[in-house]
């Protein structure tokens, strides 16, 4: 049976055909493409002829395209419009594709094809683009193992497996935990909390069936309770409940599972020749080091700390001066914070709305886009996949460039945040292909009539992700594994932080953050607030990160320690941690790092991205203004259109002529001296 997914896209600019598309074609369609895949494999490593650049790598990026439609499509539904059938079906897919990836991963005679040529690369007049997809594809091959033979290789199987194990189980007991966490409160404990929170707290109460309120661990409560409750008591409770989560003792203590974690992740990179985990997980990054990431961290970590130290003073005070006793303490930290915040910093949110309306700020996205890069964006009449969704035709000099989808109101089919990804990436090898790229948020969707009015912060959303948008657009290379966003993770946020940038800039709010009724522009005051509103409290906020990003690299820097809690009050010790701030994340739910690999000595590149957007916007300010015309041909040519053509750090070198210094980060936060 050929489903539409699998028919020619036969729309304007081969867009997937929505209207056509019922969730009972995916299944079909996923077994048929994932069968042609194996078998488009199977020709490859089977082939008789000896292996070449085209019949082994081009064939590789060729290969599969079938699947990226299916995926492409299902996997954009699943979580921006998902129903209990999508579910399903995601529950069927996931395991299989990482069953069906790993299988291409241990095929010898493929992964011995891509070693020769590697091995003989020299001899094989290869571009620079070539050169670099055979790299790629020969590293991942090692880093997954390929190259083990006999007992190594069995063992190495045999980590991935208990580690995916492991990683599971560590989600599972920080759900447990959070959601065993209960604390009744009676009506007169809600004194002084907003009515947000007050109504929070009873629907709490309800869910759990009590007669009056309580608290529970959930963000959207547990915080602002911290935030805003003056029982230091309450506080101290519910401080210890969230950050005990994980180490209850029992079933559900991660500790353990942390340490066994930890020395299987040092034996799999010993059976890789690595010396620990850390030098195996940064080798493709950006950062390239462990002793480069301690070097950044570092520099941030004493300006920073400083700050801390100075709030702390001024917060201590102001606990003496509400007649507590003794010292500040990390549950203090957030009431007090609060308190100052509206002393200094007092911003009336529904004020400030009626500036920020949804259209206008897509509208200076685009304008900024088409006074940087010669962007064009007209709408597009083509069926999408939500009546939410609208879509742009992309355009530059009248030539085609790629459709943009935004998908911007929240619903309860979408899973929760904000994010970019594609329909389809760049590539002009093996078959040429334009871009079609989504944006999606989760912004509060106005009554009929209104027009949608954002929040600051939702404005700021709105401008990363189309950062990310235009690294997928602007993208301008042969391969489809290297295109866009195809990069390094320390590196990936660097075209959206930066783009958040051009928010900032005066004369695009002084244009577009204009009142939906009087149509006014937002006046200097309030301008004035909301950016010095954005560096309040940052020196805790940096502290609390920088101590979590700390503790993951040592963990994974020389053998595993034995007694994570250990290491991890040693590592704390030896930054002289301010003890009324705790760490982000502890190590007994510091999921990022152990619910699976994805941020494992990896919890740096936050910063690490951030540090290079202060940068690379101060070099526009350097050379001339925020549209400088040669900066915004620079940041296009040596970074927005390479994807991953080649090490972020000849790309970032190429745009700026040196590496990013800290500088202009500490002055984005505020730190600078
Ligand atoms: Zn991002």
């Not at 094989?124 to 091959?141: I, K, N, T, W």
């Not at 083990?148 to 007991?173: H, P, Y």
């Not at 009248?398 to 998908?407: A, L, S």
């Amino acid at each position: 049976m050929t489903t539409p997914l699998l028919a020619p896209w036969d729309t304007p600019f081969a867009l997937p055909p929505f209207d056509a598309i019922e969730d009972s074609h995916f299944a079909p369609a996923f077994d048929e493409a994932l069968a042609e895949h194996r078998v488009e494999i199977e020709a490859i490593a089977a082939n008789p002829e000896p292996p070449s650049f085209e019949n082994t790598i081009l064939a590789l990026e060729g290969a599969g395209e079938a699947l990226d439609r299916v995926l492409g499509v299902f996997f954009n539904l699943a979580g921006s419009d998902s129903n209990p059938e999508r579910q399903a079906l995601q529950r069927d897919f996931s395991p299989r594709l990482a069953e069906h990836g790993a299988a291409i991963y241990a095929n010898k005679r493929l992964f011995d094809r891509v070693r020769t040529l590697w091995e003989t690369r020299a001899d094989r007049d290869l571009s620079d683009e070539e050169l670099r997809v055979l790299e790629l594809s020969h590293r991942a091959f090692v880093r997954a193992g390929a190259a083990l033979e006999g007992d190594d290789a069995e063992r190495m199987t045999a980590i991935k497996s208990r580690l995916s194990v492991l990683g599971t189980q560590f989600t599972q007991n920080l759900l447990k935990d959070e959601a065993d966490f209960l604390l009744p409160l009676s009506e007169g404990d809600l004194d002084g909390l907003p009515d947000f929170v007050v109504d929070s707290a009873r629907a709490a109460g309800e869910a759990a069936d009590l007669d009056g309120p309580a608290l529970t661990l959930s963000r959207s409560l547990i915080v602002p309770f911290l935030q805003f409750s003056p029982r230091r008591d309450l506080r101290e409770r519910a401080w210890r409940g969230w950050t005990l989560r994980g180490a209850n003792g029992g079933e559900t203590d991660n500790r353990g599972i942390a340490a066994e974690i930890l020395a299987l992740r040092a034996e799999r990179a010993a059976l890789l020749g690595y010396p620990d985990f850390a030098h195996y997980k940064l080798e493709t990054e950006m950062a390239g080091s462990p002793d480069r990431v301690r070097d950044l961290l570092g520099q941030v970590w004493a300006p920073a700390r400083a700050q801390a130290e100075a709030d702390a003073a001024e917060m201590q005070a102001m606990l003496r001066a509400d007649g507590h006793d003794g010292r500040l303490e990390p549950w203090d930290w957030r009431y007090y914070a609060e308190k100052r915040r509206r002393a200094l910093h007092d911003l009336d949110e529904t004020a400030l709305k009626p500036y920020l309306q949804l259209d206008r700020m897509i509208e200076a996205a685009f304008s900024c886009a088409n006074r940087l890069f010669g962007l064009d964006f007209a709408p597009l009449d083509v069926p999408l996949y939500h009546p939410d969704c609208r879509a742009w035709e992309v355009t530059r000099d009248g030539e085609h460039v790629g459709v943009f989808i935004g998908d911007y109101f929240a619903r309860a089919s979408k899973r929760s945040g904000a994010w970019c990804s594609a329909f389809r990436s760049q590539a002009r090898r093996p078959q040429p292909r334009t871009p079609v790229v989504v944006n999606v948020c989760n912004f509060a969707k106005p009554s009929k009539g209104k027009p949608a009015l954002l929040s600051y912060d939702d404005a700021r959303t709105l401008f990363h992700e189309f950062g990310h948008a235009l690294h997928q657009l602007l993208s301008d290379v042969e391969f489809g594994s290297i295109s866009g966003t195809s990069v390094a993770r320390d590196f990936v946020e660097l075209p959206s932080q930066l783009y958040e940038h051009w928010l900032e800039v005066p004369e695009v709010l002084g244009e577009f953050a204009t009142h939906a009724t009087t149509g006014e522009a937002m006046p200097q005051e309030m301008l004035d607030r909301v950016l010095a509103a954005a560096t309040f409290d940052m020196g805790f906020q940096t502290v609390e990160y920088i101590a979590s990003a700390m503790v993951d690299l040592e963990f994974h820097s020389g053998p595993p320690p034995a007694d994570p809690m250990q290491k991890q009050a040693e590592v704390l010790e030896g930054l002289g941690m301010p003890r009324a701030i705790a760490m982000r994340h502890a190590t007994p739910h510091f999921a990022h790092v152990f619910a699976g690999d994805g941020y494992s000595s990896g919890y740096y590149s936050y910063m690490w991205s951030e540090v290079m957007d202060a940068d690379a916007f101060q070099a526009f300010e350097e050379a001339g203004g925020a549209f400088d015309p040669a900066m915004a041909e620079k940041l296009e040519r040596h970074i927005l259109s390479r994807g991953g053509s080649a090490e972020a750090e000849a790309l970032y070198t190429a745009f700026r002529g040196r590496m990013p210094g800290v500088e202009a980060l500490l002055k984005g936060r505020g730190l600078a001296a």
